[in-house]
């Protein structure tokens, strides 16, 4: 920052017109524990009634009181869909980017300053379709990062087409006839391409999601959180009262989340029962901790004023 | 006739042959002993095989680009000695292994040059190994000029020393020696090009990627994301080398889609970021592009061109990109075009562009193609103290922790450059949004802050405008010919107009380096106060001039443009003057 810097602040009515910055000033502010209400800006979603987006925004903002987490340093990546609009009702610092490209835009943030809690927060399209090659390769990875997908299993902005975790024979506008695919399994996948926190949550049980959710934004690696949600115009099959009847807590069926095989055979079950809860967790070095340049000062609040660049043109002598 | 310090040296061979490496070695040879030195390289998109070759040029003056004629040609094999003993000047020589080569006068196709075999795999072998064929050879070829092998002994232990060991810098400096007495005994002062060193001068020696990378680096560059491609991949290199000197973070990412994003995502978080890439790769980032200008996050794309459609050919040269990368994306916003023409201008304009992008919160594209990025070029070193990074309106934390209970990151402002918070920043707490969105990043879609907040990007551009130096015409002020071109042209037009200045004919030349803003009245104002402007580019419709006709209305007539994948060489230009000139 030059030293003659002024803020440029144009008649706005705050009365701070032409004041000048001066350095060095130490603001001493109390730290107060975080609440609800620091987080809750003054726009309200705008989502259809009985939709799972405005329980897993809930759930973000209280897994963030619950850890005590500091708005500033807190950073919400999204793409585009319906549920990707939950960056604006949180606030943090957050950033909706394009259609599935949320992933890589949370990547260059967290280089940038590695100190930041950033949560990407996409939808089932936005993730494992037009974003599935970022998500293979953030994975594999193991950047600290929390992943939570609002998996409804169905495109909503885009008016009701089928999903890449839609089941066969989901018919929509897109699939007249049904789907023929397979759908993407999520949580197998995260636990083959080098996920390290790989959970599923259901939108409906907001203690045990905000569990999986503080846990992943705690733990240190990619977190993948695939959660299931009813959406309420489009999805007539995944219904609250289909997820009430198929769903199951891995936490009460013994399940021991350290073991990978028995994390995959959790994964690959289907049909009547399916287990939601922390399928897979492994502590394991982060791509962070690969770069000793992000040891210790975020690289955002380095100097550049004066880099000296003399050894590396001695190279060129 | 002994001509001094007037050399073009090319060699020629397959991939493999260790052509670039010996080539870059000559030539830093000689740059250390005071000369001006430039090097290209021409080369297919394979690892092995295939006909490669170099081009040295060596001078006792200031020298801008590679020339179309030489005055020696290394001939690796026999495919070599056909392709290119034509390009010969009389007198020159051909230097090949005469124990595995035996070309005929039909090969050669001419009787005016001089034919010097050296043993080169036998020498090789004696000095350790045949894949110091190259080596001999550069041995032989300064036997010849008449320069010592001190110098060159230097710039061996340099190469190998470090990376390979001394016994293996040993080998190799045996083996140009065995090339050089080899030569000196059998044609001794036969050949009537010679080398003498100058003065040493301090200069460098870097490729047109190498001094983006320095310049990059100097900017305070601290994220680098990118996918290979040619001819940016050196870039990409360049800036991996250094990632640890400089504590910087670079990516090599799973596509340009994720480059461009992540470079977005750290230039939004308070970076200097940047990504490089060629046509086909800028294809990919093209609605990371509009991201950056939507979110106004500030963004140095480098586009370094080769010829297209598509895969197009990779590894040659071309300026066919310059109204794709002008429009790309959706709809309408301010971008930055800056197009370097030499490895000065690639420093410096790198420099710029940081500065530019942090300081109005839009996109820049540096352009380039594969003959500026990939050729190297001797220069007085960069004068890079007290430079000034100017960071534009990032706020500092204490402003924001006292005052940021107003803060809005979309504020409409006059120049319409709003101040800016960046993640970590306690006061500052905002979402940025690819959508349409108010002051505070909110997504809105009504028409007054549709109109507010289009209207306000675009006054970015009108401010950047006059940050921006004009195009400056070099060259006589009332001159016969007057060049117009932006780009790698830059130094075989210079080279030419030095020709034609012989010829008695006066030039002078604009070299438009901003395409975007473009500078629509020096422009207009050159081309209608000029004798007879002339348009240079590599492509085939003239973009330029179609910039000029809609920026100036008006219409260059005269063009000479080249778009076979190969670089101008000064005679191109020279021999296209000429043509006009004759009517």
Redesign the interface.
Known sequence: ??AE?K????G?G?G?NGIE???????L?EKKKLTMADLTPK?LPTWCGGCGDFNILFTIKNALVELDAD???T???SG?GCGS?T??FV????????HG?S???????????H??DVIVVTGDGDGYGIGG??L??SMRRNLDLTHIVQNNEVYGLTKGQYSPTSPPGFKSPSTPQGAIEEPVNPVALGITMGATYVARGYAYEVNHLKQLIAGGIKHKGYALIDVFQPCSTYNKVNTIAWYKEHLYKLEEAGHDPKDKMQAMARAMEGGDKLPIGLFYKEEKPTYEAG????NGV?????D????D?????ER?? | MTVVNDFSWKIAGVAGDGILNAGLMLARTCM?GGLSVFAAAEYPSLIRGGHNHLDVRISGREIYSHTKNITVLVAMNMDSVRKHSRKLLPGGAIIYDGDQLKPTEADIGRDDVKLYPVPLLGLAEKAGGKIMRNVVAMGATLGITGLDLEAFNGVLRDNFGKKKGEAVAQANITAAKLGYDYAVEHYGNDFKFKLQKNEAN?????SGN?AIV?GA????C??F?AYPMTPASSILHGMAA????????V?H???E?????????????????MTATSGGGFALMV??LG?AAQ?ETPLVIVEAQRPGPATGMATHSGQGDLRFVLHASTDEFPRVVIAPGDVNDCFYYTIHAFNIAEKYQLPVIVMTDKYLGESYASAP??Q?HGL????G????D??L???GH?YRRY?I???G?S?RA??????????????EHDEE???REEEEIRIAMHDKRFRKLESAARDIPEPQLIGHPKADITFISWGSPKGPIKEAMLMLEKDGIKTNYLQIVYLSPFPAGKVAEVVRHSKRPVIVESNKTSLLNSLVRENCLLDVKDKILRYDGRPFNPEDIYYGIKELLAG
Do not use: C, W
Request: proline content about 7%; glycine content about 10%; charged content about 20%.
């Open positions: 920052m030059p810097f803020v440029p602040l144009n706005n705050n701070l910055v001066s350095h060095g000033l130490k603001v502010q726009e708005p500033a340093n950073l919400l990546v585009i609009k960056p604006h606030k943090t610092y957050g950033f909706e980017g394009l490209r992933l890589p835009v949370a990547t260059g943030a967290k280089f940038a300053n100190k930041l090659n970022h293979i390769h770069l000793p340049q992000l975020p690289l955002s609040k380095m550049i004023s004066n880099i660049i003399t050894p590396m043109l060129f002598k | 250390r301090g200069h460098i020696f870097l190498e320095a680096i100097k900017a305070g601290k994220f994301s250094n990632e640890k000197a400089f504590g910087m973070v990516k990412t799973e596509d889609i994720a480059a461009v994003n992540m470079a977005v995502g750290a230039g939004f978080a308070g970076l200097r970021a609605e990371g991201l979110t070193e960069f890079h000034r990074m100017d960071r309106k990032l706020l500092p204490d402003y922790a006292n005052n107003d504020k402002t006059e120049d450059v101040p960046i993640p970590g920043q306690p006061g500052g707490a905002h979402t940025a949004s690819s959508y990043g909110f997504e």
